[in-house]
C-alpha cells in the first residue's frame, strides 16, 4: 500500500525534481556501473510521499532539500547506503515517520545512519559558549558510530548554507556562526578541504559581508596575474 502511495507521491512532483533524481542515479551508475539502484528509487519514493506537501522557506517542495544533500554526497564519491540516508534524513524529524519504519523497509544500516543524523540535529550548541566549541566538535565526533553519519550532517549543513539567503538575518547569523564554529572544522578534520573552504566561505558572507567582498575581490584581482605565473612555472618544467 505504501509503495503504491509512493509511486503517486513521485507523480505528482514538479518535473524539475524527477530529473534531478534522474541526474543522481546517472551519476551514481558512472561512478559504480552494474550498482542495483532499487534501493535508491525506493528511498526517493519513500521520501517523497513523506514530506508531501512541505515547502521550504526557499518555496520549493521540501524534497528539493534531501536530494541536493544526496547530490553533494554523489559528488564526494560515497556508496549508495550514504545517498540513501541523505534522502530519508529528515523523514524522522520532519514527518510522523518512526526509526522502526526504516529499518524495516531499509534495514538496520540505513536506519541506524538516519537515526544518527536525527539525534546530532536534535544537539543544541550555544554560540555564547565559544570556549566549548572544541569539546561540541569532540562530542559530535564521539557519537557517531558511522563515519557515513557526519558526512551526511555536514553535506546537509553545507545545502542549508547555500540556500541560507531566505531566512531572516538573526537567524542566518546564528547559522552561519555554528557553522564556522563547529562544522567547517570537522569537514577539515575528516580531510575534506572544498568542503571545509565553501563552508567557510559562505558563513563569512552572512558574518561579516564586507570583509567577505573585499577578500573575493582581493583574490579576483590576484586571479590573473597567479594564473599567468603557475602557466609560465609550467612552461619551465615542461
Known amino acids: 500500500m505504501a509503495t503504491h502511495h509512493a509511486h503517486t507521491a513521485t507523480a505528482s512532483l514538479p518535473p524539475g525534481l524527477l530529473a534531478r533524481f534522474d541526474e543522481l542515479k546517472a551519476v551514481l551508475r558512472a561512478q559504480r556501473p552494474g550498482e542495483d539502484t532499487a534501493i ?3 528511498a526517493f519514493e519513500f521520501a517523497a510521499e513523506r514530506h508531501g506537501p512541505q515547502i521550504r522557506k526557499s518555496g520549493e517542495p521540501y ?27 529528515d523523514t524522522i524529524e520532519d514527518t510522523p515517520t518512526t526509526i522502526e519504519e526504516i529499518r ?9 545512519c538516519v537515526d544518527g543524523v536525527t539525534k546530532l540535529g536534535r544537539l543544541a550548541f550555544s554560540t555564547a559558549e565559544d570556549r566549548q566549541a572544541e569539546t561540541f ?41 555554528v557553522t564556522l564554529e563547529i ?3 570537522i569537514a577539515l ?9 565553501e563552508l567557510e ?20 584581482s590576484r586571479r590573473e596575474s597567479s594564473e599567468s605565473f603557475l602557466a609560465q612555472i609550467k612552461r619551465d618544467i615542461q
Open 183 to 185: 562544522y567547517a572544522p
Open 63 to 89: 524534497l528539493a532539500h534531501p536530494l541536493e544533500v544526496a547530490h553533494i554526497l554523489a559528488s564526494l564519491q560515497l556508496d549508495i547506503t550514504s545517498l540513501v540516508v541523505a534522502l530519508l534524513h
Open 40 to 42: 535508491l528509487d525506493k
Open 137 to 177: 566538535r569532540k562530542m559530535l565526533l564521539a557519537m557517531v558510530e558511522d563515519t557515513r553519519v557526519i558526512l551526511v550532517k555536514l553535506a546537509d549543513r553545507l545545502h542549508n548554507m547555500r540556500t541560507l539567503g531566505h531566512l531572516a538575518p538573526e537567524r542566518q547569523r546564528d547559522i552561519a556562526s
Open 201 to 220: 566561505d559562505l558563513a563569512l558572507s552572512y558574518l561579516d559581508s564586507k570583509a567577505y567582498q573585499e577578500i573575493t575581490h582581493y583574490i579576483e
Open 189 to 197: 578534520r575528516l580531510g575534506m578541504g572544498k568542503m571545509r573552504s
Open 104 to 112: 524495516q523497509q531499509f534495514g538496520p544500516e540505513v536506519s541506524r
